[in-house]
């Protein structure tokens, strides 16, 4: 059974930074495209960036210039790398795959940033 899990979320000052993770067992990211979506309370949850199996990556205008998603492929993770984060970053944030006609989710890192 695929299992995703995402670390790293926290409680952080506007401006600060964080840095997500994402650990995969049973899929290899290197062979597929994986994104990161944060859900606030009461918000539909929202794409905020995705790497493809060639590297290719792509992110919102809501975070691009902020956010960098990269993987380390011998690791089998994924990161999220959060800059000049904002309070209207907070949210749950997961991690997505999908193989096969399969989503798979993990379980989610809360990001908290104060004002």
């Known amino acids: 059974q695929v299992q995703l899990v995402e670390s790293g979320g926290g409680l952080v000052q506007a401006g600060g930074s964080l840095r997500l993770s994402c650990a995969a067992s049973r899929i290899i990211f290197a062979s597929n495209a994986v994104a990161w979506y944060r859900q606030a309370p009461g918000k539909r949850r929202e794409l905020v960036a995705t790497i493809t199996s060639s590297g290719t990556t792509n992110y919102p205008d809501s975070v691009k210039g902020r956010f960098t998603i990269s993987r380390d492929n011998a690791k089998n993770t994924v990161f999220l790398q959060m800059n000049s984060l904002k309070p209207e970053d907070t949210a749950t944030y997961y991690c997505?795959?999908?193989?096969?006609?399969?989503?798979?989710w993990g379980q989610g890192t809360q990001v908290t940033v104060s004002s």
């Open positions: 997505y795959v999908k193989q096969h006609d399969f989503d798979y």
